[in-house]
């Protein structure tokens, strides 16, 4: 009986222990033909998530008629694509508006993630 008890209670258990912020991402905002969105999803799109920024903020895309996804709110208007929005536990923290190319891009992504988060740029380090 008691080993019944604690069969029933122990998935309760796990789940209250499991935390429920969820974690820093980067929220890419696209639409349906946009010229920009379509250049950084094949030239980017590959390497954000082997990247020290890609593992700290996963990427989710999200189409711009869709508006923010559940669960998360962005502190104004989405009115560009591709707009890269910083999210953390629901809240926009910042946000890039467009694509200003591969070169320039890191570099805000960067400055955007030290600014707002504590991530470290390892390279800057090493």
């Given at each position: 009986?008691?080993?019944?008890?604690?069969?029933?209670?122990?998935?309760?258990?796990?789940?209250?222990?499991t935390?429920?912020?969820?974690?820093?991402e980067?929220?890419?905002?696209?639409?349906?033909?946009?010229?920009?969105?379509?250049?950084?999803?094949?030239?980017?799109?590959?390497?954000?998530?082997?990247?020290?920024?890609?593992?700290?903020?996963?990427?989710?895309?999200?189409?711009?008629?869709?508006?923010?996804?559940?669960?998360?709110?962005?502190?104004?208007?989405?009115?560009?694509?591709?707009?890269?929005?910083?999210?953390?536990?629901?809240?926009?923290?910042?946000?890039?508006?467009?694509?200003?190319?591969?070169?320039?891009?890191?570099?805000?992504?960067?400055?955007?993630?030290?600014?707002?988060?504590?991530?470290?740029?390892?390279?800057?380090?090493?």
């Amino acid at each position: 009986m008691l080993s019944r008890a604690l069969s029933l209670l122990a998935p309760a258990l796990w789940l209250s222990l499991t935390p429920v912020a969820q974690a820093t991402e980067l929220v890419m905002v696209e639409a349906k033909g946009c010229h920009y969105c379509i250049e950084w999803k094949e030239n980017l799109g590959p390497i954000y998530p082997k990247t020290a920024e890609g593992v700290y903020a996963p990427l989710r895309v999200v189409d711009i008629a869709d508006g923010a996804p559940e669960g998360m709110e962005f502190d104004r208007r989405v009115n560009f694509t591709p707009t890269f929005i910083l999210v953390d536990e629901g809240q926009e923290l910042a946000r890039i508006e467009g694509y200003p190319g591969e070169d320039f891009f890191w570099g805000l992504l960067t400055m955007m993630l030290e600014d707002n988060t504590d991530f470290e740029d390892r390279a800057k380090t090493n």
